[in-house]
């Protein structure tokens, strides 16, 4: 295709041969590839959370023959705007790489909290942080592993909007943000914080297996949240905020008993210019009373980490995507 395109410089390409898949970003917009084909079918594919919907987004977003998303939060904001032709294809984990496993016992006795996903405040690490400040201030056991490294460090410093920390993390000469060294001004002891960097493919599982909670208070998800995904298809007991994205992890048969523990205390957060619709503010109080609750009957916490299990190896695998992708896609 990049060949083809340097072909003919300047001119958009029509492959009247073929349906087209375009990925797109905030705003629908299409990457400098995507710009220059034209298909018999034209599919834009998205997970957005910038929910603006001004007469330009919505020119684009009517460009295409059909539009597949990957949550019902952004089918529904759709639908909101009168576009319905929108297929749903939720993600899912790689079953071979992802899955419960022995742990090692790298972190001995203690009690560790994991929290991963990008840096930013979105994400919503300011009330990990504060949450199980007070939280390990009980149980001077625990301890907060955490994958919050953000390829673009810039974008984190967003996060300092948040009235729960003082400062967003400083970026150092390596470009990397100072994980550790926020969570220690944020008055988290240093004995009871690990840092992961970045992590491979193959480093995630072997991780989640030494773990007995994972947190995701995130303020919103434009697809379900793959780390989540993984925690919960490592068997870890997770806490979900009940908004967006997460809706669809959530016990998503309600007749079935719970499969986490879900944040309902959700307040609407600031709205800038209606660029986040029903983005939600988690409750620090309900992060720390789950985190109790877990800690206090392992027994409940397996059950609903193995009904949590059970979704994600049998709906939530990107060969499930796959098949629910292709329907999605019909024109």
Known sequence: MTALAAQHPGKTLLLQEFDLLHALGNGFVAGPASERFRGRANIGVIAYEDTLFDAAVLERARSYDRLVVHSDYNRRLLADQGITNVGVALQGIDPSEIGPMPGSGRFGDRFVVFSGGKLEFRKAQDV??????????????????????????????????????????????????????????????????????????????????????????????????????????????????????????????????????????????????????????????????????????????????DRALALIQGERTWRKFAESFVAACAV
């Open 128 to 305: 990990v942080l504060t949450a199980f400040r007070i939280f390990q201030q009980r149980h001077p056991e625990a301890l907060l592993v955490t994958a919050w490294h953000n390829a673009w460090p810039a974008l984190s410093q967003g996060i300092a909007e948040s009235p729960l920390i003082e400062a967003p993390p400083e970026i150092g000469s390596d470009g990397r943000l100072k994980i550790t060294d926020w969570a220690l001004r944020h008055g988290v002891p240093a004995d009871a914080f690990v840092d992961l960097g970045f992590l491979g493919r193959g480093q995630i599982a072997p991780i989640l297996a030494d773990c007995h909670a994972a947190v995701f208070p995130n303020r919103c998800e434009g697809a379900t949240n793959l780390v989540a995904m993984e925690a919960m298809g490592c068997g870890v007991p997770v806490i979900l905020s009940a908004n967006t994205g997460h809706l669809d992890l959530i016990r998503p048969d309600p007749t079935t008993p719970d499969n986490c523990w879900a944040l309902t205390r959700q307040a609407p957060t600031s709205n800038p210019k209606g660029k986040r619709t029903d983005w939600m503010e988690s409750s620090v109080e309900e992060v720390v009373e789950h985190l109790e609750a877990i800690h206090r009957d392992r027994a409940e916490a397996k059950a609903r980490a």
